[in-house]
């Protein structure tokens, strides 16, 4: 697109590119495969040099400013919690989103003009139960960790139906904007407003600085 012009410098010369990663390319069979810590290692610090070449790309593109978001704590989603009846964040799950986001770290700092997004300490201030934490936002999610709609499945999801479109395979809760997560990944609007008052100061600082 930049190349055929549809894209033209003038407008990569005032552009902000957000690069994106949720925690798929862990989520793969080839993941779970692995056993060792150093094979997982290994393994992650393939994806967070892949981000930043990716990013490298970018900024050589043209593009003025580039986002890359860390990762959440993978841990606490209710898909990786619902054997304990989301109450306890699972810590192998966490521990591989911060090995993940340490290497992100390391390999963005030499880069200019590119800025971290910050959702574990945004989602972990919410979500995390130790005594002491907890910000004032998470005070007003009666359910940190249990998701709004659930599915009566353990193999199943929100939304599902059965063979007649009458037949709900799920619950909904009453009050969404009472629970962080709206499905077994996903946070409610309630839980998104929550993480982006976290991130809207240094976003807006990072986007307007010269």
């Not at 490298?56 to 990762?71: A, H, I, S, Y």
């Not at 063979?163 to 799920?170: C, D, F, K, V």
């Amino acid at each position: 697109m930049v190349k055929d012009g549809t894209i033209s410098e003038k407008q990569l010369s005032h552009s902000v590119a957000l690069v994106v990663i949720s925690g798929n390319d862990y989520a793969s069979a080839s993941v779970i495969g692995l056993s060792r810590p150093s094979d997982i290692k290994a393994y992650i610090g393939k994806v967070t040099k892949e981000i930043a070449a990716n990013v490298e790309q970018l900024l050589k593109l043209g593009v003025t400013k580039v986002l890359v978001n860390n990762l959440h704590p993978i841990g606490c989603t209710p898909s990786q919690i619902r054997t304990n009846n989301y109450t306890v964040c699972d810590i192998f799950g966490n521990l591989g989103a911060s090995i993940h986001n340490d290497n992100l770290k390391q390999v963005m700092t030499v880069k200019k003009n590119v800025h971290i997004v910050d959702l574990y300490t945004a989602f972990s201030s919410i979500v995390d139960h130790a005594p002491g934490k907890g910000s004032d936002l998470s005070k007003q999610f009666k359910r940190k960790l249990s998701p709004c709609c659930e599915s009566l499945d353990s193999n199943g999801y929100c939304g599902q139906q059965g063979e007649s479109s009458s037949e709900l395979l799920y619950t909904v809760c009453d009050k969404s904007d009472k629970f962080f997560y709206w499905d077994d990944k996903h946070p409610t609007h309630a839980g998104w407003e929550a993480i982006m008052k976290q991130l809207e100061k240094p976003l807006k600082e990072f986007v307007d600085q010269d």
